[in-house]
Nanobody, 121 residues
Framework: QVQLVESGGGLVQPGGSLRLSCAAS????????MRWYRQGPGKGRELVGY???????DYVDSVKGRFTISRDNAKNTAYLQMNSLKPEDTGVYYC???????????????WGQGTQVTVSS
């Protein structure tokens, strides 16, 4: 079995920073794309950005220059560094990844449970 667990959310003032983590555990053979999504109050789920296994990244325009995604392949973990946070960044942040298990080496889609980020003064 494989699990994705996010951590690092919380309450921060506008202009502040937070770093989220997304750790995959269990019988992980390999991980391709790792993505971060968010869902604001009353809004649909939005792709924030992603990182490929070779470290290539891309982001939605609203976070470019403020958010950075990185990963530690040895730890099966991705990170979302969020700087210059704005109230409109408030929402539940989810990690999503394409993961293969040792059982059959097939890549499947996994989601974490989400972590709340609130940007407010």
């Amino acid at each position: 079995q494989v699990q994705l667990v996010e951590s690092g959310g919380g309450l921060v003032q506008p202009g502040g920073s937070l770093r989220l983590s997304c750790a995959a555990s269990g019988t992980v053979f390999g991980i391709n794309l790792m993505r971060w999504y968010r869902q604001g109050p009353g809004k649909g789920r939005e792709l924030v950005g992603y990182i490929e296994s070779d470290g290539t990244t891309d982001y939605v325009d609203s976070v470019k220059g403020r958010f950075t995604i990185s990963r530690d392949n040895a730890k099966n973990t991705a990170y979302l560094q969020m700087n210059s946070l704005k109230p409109e960044d408030t929402g539940v942040y989810y990690c999503n990844a394409d993961i293969a298990q040792y059982s059959d080496y097939r890549f499947r889609d996994y989601w974490g449970q989400g972590t709340q980020v609130t940007v407010s003064s």
